[in-house]
């Protein structure tokens, strides 16, 4: 039987409440391993048959345990499916989204989803609820930590990749096929692409909040990296808690049952799979303001919400709107109970075809064997450290990087011994002890301990102390005076040749429902950075942290500075690599560095004004009278390597071309030397003469490449005239993409600001 025989039979054989069941979305939540003696909410609906899937289980046993309650309760024995948030590694935490996307790395990328995904299959999981794909310039924004950065096509190939990752090759099982892939087996779990969509946009960089965007920024930013992993095969879709344009996503249904599932002739892109809401988002409809639970919930199941997480709106509300319809015209909104007893079949159908898919309809236990195994932890480890040095970003050094290893150095600072915020956010399987701290890095590496000193207080606002400890803190506190702790930091650091400052943020500043104004280091490090600098010896300073932070101060009195994020259990091993040469920094900015928290949002990508020269006409100023630049701090792409790279001249093989044809453009880069260099070519675009105002520039293609000390390389991109479309979107609805003939300028070179631009133009 093909996939499709298989379910349709099944569902001919399910009653309505069956049915409903399979479209309830429930977290494991303590104490439900098995059950014993209180009948929870959870295990009375499993005995009833009224639980599709549930995440959170935390291990094999609890997940087998619970699909045996599930098998039991259920008539015609349809098992579960489990998930969990596997967002930067399961149990082996790698660095942040937002650090991996610095790596630029896309094999990197994929390997650390696969091991990611064996991990969590080995624990009887079957879904992950990443990629974070959403696209974001906010800094202020917390969830910048889980995502991509700001970019959409370096978004969309971590999409592509992270779904590859995941689910490797078989899971994308055709309906037609016989039997699903061999994904328990094989290690492999399906991916869902989240948050749909524009979470990355809310305003004001508050979680949570609503998006109102053009439907052309919609569809050029904050799309194509969905396009690009339901391309890619991705079997699941989570909706975003925020508005897009006035309509919460939840209740989205141009956008879901549009855009998203529509077939590509009707210019969707034909998604098939299963959409999930996000915690409890069915019912936030009603806080959204669109009316009491059950118009919400016919609202979210026509806009094309398969499953209902958590809230149970759909269990409760979902059998009476079978039966009677519902007949809302004050709020314009009808639907007749045929009409939604379709929608219920619609959807419970999705959710028996993952499963299907999943393998779960031939074989419950598929990949849930006492036998199962995880991957080798020492290899999760060593790639946690490479990804770690991958993704960490070099933005200033005057040629003191890297260290000698037999140095005299001293570390101070609140990480310079820190475990648990090096997990950084959404690292919920996560253990603080599995990473090595930054002193025993140093240690490990060098053979010489470091002098250490401040190991604490790294939030000085006593009310923002309050609030993180309401997400569980991870900051130490140390009641001596301030004065105090600094005076000891100093009288160490004087006893050292070099001083590395180890400062940054707590993993609770960043993160779900943590978004900051403030883009500065605590005002406490930043005293204490002071100190340090006005030592005058040479000082190294390393930044821990979740989202992009204002370096001014750190920027202009180090001798270098590196950005390591939240590096994972490998974090703080791959910075002593860097520091002391064991890697090289490749690492190269996924969202751009700003110079003030109110200039917000950031982008290397904005519309040009009419009024673009800086300086000529000040009080035509297109930035702020009150920040002396306005370009971002450090550009969207930059990153320094310990060996110089010179760029040779751009050349195209033609400039001018009919626009069927490609045109490559070459450049030489060259390492000039001693180390290796790995260098991410650029390649930028620019429409001076278009029918609309385009961005300044636009990220067009990239390619990472090794050089060896003296190696010299052509590099070519192949560039098709499909590659500067854009979209027109009066109505999204009769939204359609379009292309101007004539110039094109194209800019390369090592980030969006350092780049050499050659003129092509396109012949229609
Ligand atoms: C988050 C999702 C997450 C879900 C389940 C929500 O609060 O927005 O990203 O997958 O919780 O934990």
Known sequence: MTIIERVESLLGAMDLAEKIGQLNLLAAGEGLVTGAGQPTALSDRLANGGVGAIFGTKSLASARALQERALAGSRLGIPLFFAEDVIHGHRTIFPLGIAMACSWDMGLIRETAAYAAAEAAAEGLHQVYAPMVDVTRDPRWGRVAEGPGEDPLLASRIATAMVQGFQGPGLGAMLGAGSASGLGASGHVAACLKHFVAYGAPQSGRDYDNASLSWEDLLETYLPPFAAGLEAGALSVMAAFNAVNKVPMHAHHPLIEGWLRASRAEGGQGFDGLMVSDYTGVKELTPHGLGPAQLAVARALHAGIDMDMVGEDYWRELPALAHHGIDAPDAGFSLGAERIGAMIDCACRRVLTFKARLGLLDDPFRGM????????????????????????????????????????????????????????????????????????????????????????????????????????????????????????????????????????????????????????????????????????????????????????????????????????????????????????????????????????????????????????????????????????????????????????????????????????????????????????????????????????????????????????????????????????????????????????????????????????????
Request: glycine share 8%; hydrophobic share 45%; with cysteine.
């Open 369 to 764: 064997a006492e036998t199962a195994r995880p991957p080798a932890r020492d290899k999760g480890r060593a790639l946690a450290r490479k990804a770690a040095a991958a993704s960490a970003v070099l933005l200033e050094n005057n040629g003191i990087l890297p260290l000698a290893r037999g140095a005299r150095v001293a570390l101070i600072g609140p990480f310079a011994a820190d475990r648990a915020n090096m997990l950084g956010t959404w690292s919920v399987s996560g253990r603080a002890e599995d990473v090595v701290p930054l002193d025993q890095a140093v240690a490990a590496l060098t053979g010489v301990t470091p002098a250490r000193a401040w190991g604490a207080d790294i939030v000085d606002e006593s009310w923002l102390a309050a609030r993180l400890n309401v997400h569980g803190v991870t900051v130490d506190r140390d009641p001596r005076p301030e004065a105090e702790q600094i005076a000891e930091a100093v009288a160490v650091a004087r006893g050292a040749d070099i001083v590395i400052a180890a400062l940054g943020e707590a993993k609770e500043h960043a993160g779900e429902s943590s978004s900051r104004l403030s883009v500065d280091l605590p005002a406490v490090q930043l005293r204490l950075f002071a100190a340090l600098a006005a030592l005058g010896k040479p000082l190294v300073t390393v930044v821990f942290a979740g989202r992009p932070l204002s370096l001014a101060a750190l920027s202009k009195q180090s001798d270098a500075l590196l950005y390591a994020w939240h590096g994972g259990v490998g974090g703080p091993e791959g910075v002593a690599d860097l520091l002391f040469g064991a890697a090289e920094p490749s690492g190269r900015l996924a969202i751009s560095m700003p110079r003030h928290g109110a200039e917000a949002p950031v982008t290397y990508a904005s519309d040009p004004s009419g009024r673009p020269s800086p300086g000529r006409f000040a009080k035509f100023l297109t930035g702020w009278l009150d920040l002396e630049d306005d370009a971002p701090h450090f550009p969207f792409g930059f990153g320094l390597g310990y060996a110089p790279v010179g760029y040779g001249p751009p050349r195209l093989s033609r400039d001018t071309a009919p626009a069927s044809d490609r045109v490559t453009l070459s450049v030489m880069v060259v390492n000039h030397g001693t180390r290796t260099a790995i260098e991410t070519v650029q390649l930028y675009a620019s429409d001076p003469v278009a029918q609309v105002t385009r961005p300044a520039r636009k990220l067009i293609d990239f390619m990472q490449v090794s050089l060896s000390p003296g190696e010299s390389r052509e590099i070519g991109f192949s560039i098709s005239a499909a590659q500067f479309a854009y979209p027109v979107a009066p109505a999204l609805e009769t939204a359609c993409w379009q292309r101007d003939p004539g110039l094109i300028r194209l800019h390369v070179g090592a980030n969006s600001r350092d780049t050499q631009m050659v003129e092509l133009t396109w012949r229609d």
